[in-house]
Every structure is written in C-alpha cells, then in structure tokens.
C-alpha cells in the first residue's frame, strides 16, 4: 500500500510488471446538529479494460475495506458512473445520489426555500432555472444532495445552465451554477461529488467541456478544472472562466 501527505491510501496492482489497476482512498468527517462519524472514501478505482471481469476489482475493493474495517470505519461512499453500479450493488452498496429535480414539483419547492435561506444573494435565477429545470429534458437542470441516515434534509445544491449572464463568452456552454453545500458538511467531499456529477450529466447530454464562471481562486482547479480568460457579467462584475473536460 502506497500512502502520500494528503492522506490518501492506495493499493496498486501489477500482473508481470504491467499495472493492471488501483484503488486510491482516504478518510472522511460527515458532521450534523446531533451526530459526528467518520466515513471511508473511495477517491479513485481504476481496472484496465483486458483485466476486467478477473476478479480483480473485487479483491482491490476488499482490500480497501479491510483496512477501513481495521480502523474502526463502518460506512463507506463512493461515486460511480451508471454503468459501474451494479458492480457496487452486487456487493452490497447502495446509491446515494443527486437527484434531478425534473418532474418533482416537491423537491423543486424544497430546494427553492432552501436557496431562499441559505443564499438569498442568488434566489430569484436560482428558482427560475429550478422551475424551468421541472419539465426541461435538456438544460436548464437542477439537482439536490440531501444528507444521509440520519439526516434527510438538503445539504446542497447545484444547476446546469446554458450560459451565465456573460458579456463576451456568449457561445460556450453548459455552465456550473449556484453550486452550493451546507456550512455544516463543508470539507467532506459534497463539493466534488457535485462537480463530478455535472461532468457526467454534461458529457451525457452531448458536451465534451463544462464551465464555471467564479471568482473563487484555488478550489475548482483542485477538481480538473483551468482558467481560460476573464468576462463580465450582464450585470456589470467581472468574473473568470474555467473549464474542465467532461469524461
């Protein structure tokens, strides 16, 4: 087992020198109102495609559980692309995920006064997009993370959306929005797992690139994501652009 300074654990498999795949993992804090546990968290899980199907991701898997078990951890998360999840199923996870907000009028409601008290600033485009978000098969879309066991309220939020209000940058799209985790739960990778949902739903609806437009300096390049330029909003703030390749 392989470790690094920022906590990461990862085993590494060989068949006659050749890698053949890895599990890279590390530990994680959920914190609400009553409750404080730590979880594992597989970070990266890989299996080169001639070596699948051998039993080999199950064994790098027990491995990786093992020495959760060994460190007294008794959850674990993930994410997972839709075609990988069965593989999780089969061995006894289960999906925790984003959910879409379209064709649930409730959950839309929800999320809308969630936004309305956590971050007003952003309100008023915010439930516009998520009504619009109902009934779209495209964009704009709306998703909500909501906590776990033991608590099932909404711990964040974020929307695709065709462009955000920019002067110059007109043409590129689809953009990350309103990308929002509860103060309580911040640092225990909600963030990333939006981040990486929206690739997914972005590379799933045809594009090949996602946006951000931020002033935030140092967080989304942490998630595969660079500056390409500057802009203004519609509104009259400047703000930067980064991009990152969908899967």
């Given at each position: 087992?392989?470790?690094?300074?920022?906590?990461?654990m990862a085993?590494?498999?060989?068949?006659?020198?050749?890698?053949?795949?890895?599990?890279?993992f590390?530990?994680?804090?959920?914190?609400?109102?009553?409750?404080k546990?730590?979880?594992?968290?597989?970070?990266?899980?890989?299996?080169?495609?001639?070596?699948?199907?051998?039993?080999?991701?199950?064994?790098m898997?027990?491995?990786?559980?093992?020495?959760?078990?060994?460190?007294?951890?008794r959850r674990?998360?993930?994410?997972?692309?839709?075609?990988?999840?069965?593989?999780?199923?089969?061995?006894?996870?289960?999906?925790?995920?984003c959910?879409?907000a379209?064709?649930?009028?409730?959950?839309?409601?929800?999320?809308?006064?969630y936004?309305?008290?956590k971050?007003?600033?952003?309100?008023?485009?915010?439930?516009?997009?998520?009504e619009?978000?109902?009934?779209?098969?495209?964009?704009?879309k709306?998703?909500?993370?909501k906590?776990?066991?033991?608590?099932?309220?909404?711990?964040?939020?974020?929307?695709?959306?065709?462009?955000?209000?920019?002067?110059?940058?007109?043409?590129?799209?689809?953009?990350?929005?309103t990308?929002?985790?509860?103060?309580?739960?911040?640092?225990n990778?909600?963030?990333?797992?939006m981040l990486?949902?929206?690739?997914?739903?972005?590379a799933?609806?045809?594009?090949?690139?996602?946006?951000?437009?931020?002033?935030?300096?140092?967080?989304?390049?942490?998630?595969?994501?660079?500056?390409i330029?500057?802009?203004?909003?519609?509104?009259?703030?400047?703000t930067?652009?980064?991009?990152?390749?969908?899967?």
């Amino acid at each position: 087992m392989n470790t690094n300074n920022g906590g990461n654990m990862a085993y590494i498999r060989q068949c006659e020198n050749e890698p053949l795949g890895f599990i890279q993992f590390t530990f994680i804090t959920l914190e609400g109102w009553f409750f404080k546990e730590r979880l594992g968290f597989i970070r990266e899980f890989w299996v080169a495609e001639k070596f699948r199907k051998q039993g080999h991701g199950t064994e790098m898997l027990s491995l990786a559980e093992k020495y959760f078990k060994d460190s007294g951890i008794r959850r674990i998360v993930l994410t997972a692309e839709e075609n990988e999840q069965q593989f999780y199923l089969n061995r006894g996870y289960t999906i925790c995920e984003c959910i879409s907000a379209k064709n649930n009028k409730e959950l839309c409601e929800s999320v809308k006064l969630y936004c309305k008290e956590k971050w007003n600033n952003v309100y008023k485009p915010f439930s516009e997009n998520a009504e619009l978000s109902i009934n779209s098969d495209k964009l704009p879309k709306t998703y909500v993370i909501k906590g776990m066991e033991q608590e099932k309220e909404i711990i964040g939020f974020y929307q695709l959306i065709e462009n955000d209000n920019l002067t110059y940058h007109t043409k590129l799209s689809p953009f990350v929005a309103t990308l929002y985790v509860d103060e309580r739960v911040r640092g225990n990778g909600f963030g990333e797992l939006m981040l990486t949902h929206a690739k997914y739903e972005a590379a799933r609806l045809g594009y090949d690139k996602l946006y951000i437009s931020t002033d935030h300096i140092g967080y989304y390049e942490k998630y595969g994501f660079r500056e390409i330029g500057l802009d203004i909003y519609t509104w009259g703030s400047p703000t930067k652009i980064y991009e990152a390749y969908t899967p």
